[in-house]
């Protein structure tokens, strides 16, 4: 009976599975991807946290390359003291020239692994991404949620659409929808989001710039902050919007004019030059500014179906509204497609003083 | 004293008996009275000399002319037995009780009065272990006597059944079993009684002796009754229909049926207002599972689950486990033991020396062991949190009982993290769905739910809501509360 | 052996029976399951935007089968092993009645061997599956060898305990899209059928009924809570649905085995993050009620067929339990597995209860 005991009390603790104990890990909190000197091969960066005492940690970057992300995670585990984590990874960045030729092969891996998060966040760098994740931003990085940190408070707070991990597969994945991720760029001491790379498929086309953002969170989900920079001959200022409500329908079938349409309500924040207590006045700044955003958005619009990629899922609204979808049919005339977008834009109040 | 003369209630061990029946005990002192042809057996140590002096040999020598059955008869005192023919039992019996024999050497007849020394019993102490700031201060004490006193100036009614058994085969303790006639449930009546009077042990110290000997299931860690030190608190189960018992020699009154829930309500609760008194038991509640799953979940979370730490804690947690040898179970487990040691040692020195080892235990070993790099910090937080929750709860034997499922937890969490935790907490529950209290289940208003119930359980609503007494005890009389009716000052008018 | 038993109706202690409506959860509890990760999958390769109507088709179907059962059973007294005995007489009803006591055991080896699959892929990818299921089958025998008050009881609990889950799906709702919900109904009705079909596995469990029904103190009265517990499990089923369906795109849906799990990698607070830890041990809860009803109705059979004490049959049981699920080892084989059982379960509530439920109307009923 003892012995029986004792056997099933060996085979309980080689039951144990494996332990990721908190303290003997590496933990990644950034990784980046570029391409490798070598054909065919990229190369992968970490970038994690060093532990020294209770108040200061460092972080610390390596490098390797290979053809496979698994490759590089095992050569990179080999580099390191502990094993490499990456249960805690924020952020994924891949440089624009890997990113041109595709990501969905390294990201593909990272999909599958269990313990990557989907509420991480995905970025382009302009640079490549090891010159990114190389520096400490003069300690600004000093935890490691820097890059991460810094695109969720401009999803949240500000012009960026919310995009993350999940938001590409599912784009990548969509029948009629393509992926967009933010673009950014290293500047002296910090980085800087410059605007959203566009991709067809996993393959990235081009850019949107830093102005037009907004114009494309607009067309691109319902939220409730951002701000809109407005300029005229006359005068110049600044929306601050407080709601935005987006509405695709199809107004010919099939697939041959949908209207994109755009309920805005904002106040204006910063003018120059005019009285904005006077209601004629306002009207007239509701007028610019709608002409504005309507031909800005008009240019997004054509720019992509020029592209032939559909960043703003409008192929998704055409499907859901549309009984017997063909989707062949769809795609051929896509890129003739008329797209219209119209702006409903409400000025409730401006400012706090009169 | 009472004086019982109890029935057979208690099957003997047939050797002791024959043992006593042969002779008379040796300790009992036979002698001659001087007064006509009587002769007195009593035992110095037990009898009140001076009453046998000064009320019963001057009652002899008084009426001398009487034979011993008329003097039976007339003798003024309220206890007093007459045997025809004894045999040497039935003497040895009465005499260690506490009586004095008396005999005419010219008759076999024999009297017996019950004079028992009025014994130095500890007078009635505020409770130690329940005390509370509002309401009565009184606590039993050992004197079985005092404390059916306690209860029945509490309780004038004739509704109330005091029944005597004996138990101990040498000991030969006396047990009252208390309850109320027209509430509660003959069935528990009845089981309580049967499992008292099948115990046969040879000595019965305390209550505590007797709950484990009749707890439902005696694998258990946990408690099947409540003990308590406080009459009100016996009164208050009483009315509810509940049974309970009194033991000679124990401060403590015991009652069941019990549900898990009454372990964690303070008896203070009735008396402060029900707002403050739900938030208490919710309070405690929620000790009870931080005791038991904080270090667990503490330990699978480091040791399996570092994804689940949220961003600002990470660093917090990363570096307090830095340097330190063990692996979190063991830790743990480690950390764990030494409060265990701690509370041990507070517990069997007295107390001025318990609070100073407390103290030292606490800030030196603590900070000493966080700075030595034995432990981290952040899990010496949690411990002598989960420890500081875990003597929340008002029953000792509960809290005893959660502190001990608290090491298992532990074990477990170590295999699969939060996956066999969760199984753990089944086990726990399953083994709490099978238990019962005097055959009543254990978890009763939350399973089976019941949900009329719950106004006096996670939380104490308003008496005047309270109307019912539990369904779960399936008393006699369902009513508390014929009537209430609110009325405001206007009306007096 | 005493192979007459199922002759005569059951015997059960008055102590031993539960107040009906207790069999809410019951049903609930052995409905959910470890399905309910991954089935919104399964059914939307037929059918895609419009899963949602074929969930409640199931959920209705169900309720026919559950009124089906309590007539059956009302009407004749007792279980389902006396009923065979009553309609087929004694030597067929043998068979029957073990087939029906395999196929009990067997939707206890399809969830415990899915269930480790999915810890395997998630949690602990290198865990051996015998130590995941000899901790479940001790557990499984604790509870079974209790009785059927307890085991209603861990029914209780497992619901009250893991009910909260249900509101994880506000996240992903938050984040999902509506339009992938639209159009409605723009399939064809064989696709409805097909995925039906698949849908059934998901919803079985609530036919241990057959064998407990003589546990309930008022059967009769359970009826009514039988139905609620079976459109609750449609409620929460409904509700998987449409958020899986609206925060994947269908492409993306095929592309994973465990949507839910997905789901719940965005579901955060400030005090925990990555939430699918969190649910998936959750999970064995939900599971240790499935296997615990599976295992009582496969030795309850076994009791009724063949006088074994269940005490005594709950060993070899559970120790089947325990060794099962190894013999599985790759995803396919467990794919395998659970279409076998879907396709047996969709058979014996769609054809062999409807044709006991025929007969039962020209039989007679039992004596009162």
Redesign the interface.
Known sequence: MKKLLLLFMC??LS?????????D?T?VRTLGFDKASKKNEIKGTINY?I?I??QT?KMKYLTASGETSKEIRNELNEMTAKPI?I??L?TILFSEKLAKEGIMETLDTLQRD??V???IYLGITKQSAKHILSDDYNYTNS?G?YFSNLIKQNENFSNLP?LNF?TF???????S?DPVLPYLSKQKDAVKIIGLAIFKKDKMVGTIDEQQILIFKTLFQDFKEGSFQFSNKAYKGNLEILKSHLDIKIIEKPYKRVRITVDVKGRLTEYTKVNAGDPKVVKSIEKTIKKELEHNAQKLTRKFQKLNIDPLGIG??V???????NLKQYKDQYQDMDIEVVYHLKITESGVSQ | MRFFKTEKSVKSNPAVEQKENKHLDTNILWQETGISDWESGYIESLISQERFNKEVLRFLQDHQQLSSKEMFEQLPFGNKYWEDEPDNKTINEMILQGCVALKKRSSSGMLFIHIMKEEMARSINVPEIEFSVIGPKEAFNEELETNLLLIQKRLPTSALQIEFIEIGLRTKTKVAVLYLKDIANEENVETLKKRLAGIEYDHILDSSYLIQMIEDNKMSIFPQFIDTERPDRIVASLIEGKVAFLTQGSPHGVYGPVSILEFFAAFDDYFLSWHIASLFRLMRMFAVFFSIFATPIYVSVITFHPELIPDDLLSTLTTSRTDIPFPPVLEALFLELTIELLREAGARLPTKVGQTIGIVGGIVIGTASVEAGLTSNVLLIIVSLSALASFTTPVYRMSNAIRLVRFPMIILSGFWGLLSLALGLMMIISHLLGLTSLGRPYLAPIYPPILSDWKDSFIRLPFYVQKKRPKQLMVKEKQKMSWWKKRDIDEFE | MNLNKSKFPPQVHEKAKIAPQLVFFLVIGAQIGVGILGFVRYIAIFVNQDSWLVVLAGGIGVHLIIWMMFSILNKHGGDIFNIHHQFFGKWLSIPLSSLLSIYYLGTAIVILRTFIEAVQNWMFPGIPTWTLSLFFAVLTLYIVTKGFRVITGIAFFSFVLTVWIVFTHYFPIKHGYFINLMPFIDHKLGEFYQAFKVMVLSFIGFEYLLAYYPHIQDPKKAQKWAHYGSASTTIIYLITTISTLMYFSPKQLQSLTWPTLQEWKIVTFPFVERFEYIGISFFCIVILINLVLAIWASCRALNRIFDINIRLSVIPVSLILFLAPAFFTTRFQVDELNNYTGKIGFYFLYAYIPLLFIISIFKKGAKK
């Open positions: 085979l309980l039951a144990c599975a494996e332990k990721e104990i908190l303290d890990i933990i946290p532990f005492n209770e940690f984590f249960g805690k924020n269990p313990g998060g989907r509420a935890d949620n919310l999940h597969l599912y784009a990548y994945f969509a029948d929808m998704e609204h499907r859901s509204q549309t009984r017997g979808f």
